[in-house]
Nanobody, 117 residues
Framework: QVQLVDSGGGSVQSGGSLRLSCAASGYTYNNYCMGWFRQAPGKEREGVAA???????SYADSVKGRFTISQDNAKNTLNLQMNSLKPEDTAMYYC???????????WSQGTQVTVSS
């Protein structure tokens, strides 16, 4: 059974940084693609960053140059380093995993990120 447990959210002021982590179990990284998503109140969930099984990454335009997705295969952990945070980054953040090409079908419980101006 695949399990994803995320952590690292919190409250910061605009311009600050946070690092989210997602501990994964129940599968091997070389079969799965992973990503970070977020959902703000009243808005649809949106993709933030993704990493493929070959290590290639992609980012939403709104976070390019500020966020970095990475994975530590030895520790089965997915990370999201968030710098230069803005109030519009405020949302519940989720990590997700799925067989590459077949979409995401495993989700974490979510961690709240709040950025104040």
């Amino acid at each position: 059974q695949v399990q994803l447990v995320d952590s690292g959210g919190g409250s910061v002021q605009s311009g600050g940084s946070l690092r989210l982590s997602c501990a994964a179990s129940g599968y091997t990284y070389n079969n799965y693609c992973m990503g970070w998503f977020r959902q703000a109140p009243g808005k649809e969930r949106e993709g933030v960053a993704a990493i493929d099984s070959d290590g290639s990454t992609s980012y939403a335009d709104s976070v390019k140059g500020r966020f970095t997705i990475s994975q530590d295969n030895a520790k089965n952990t997915l990370n999201l380093q968030m710098n230069s945070l803005k109030p519009e980054d405020t949302a519940m953040y989720y990590c997700a995993a799925g067989v590459c090409g077949l979409g995401y079908n495993y989700w974490s419980q979510g961690t709240q990120v709040t950025v104040s101006s």
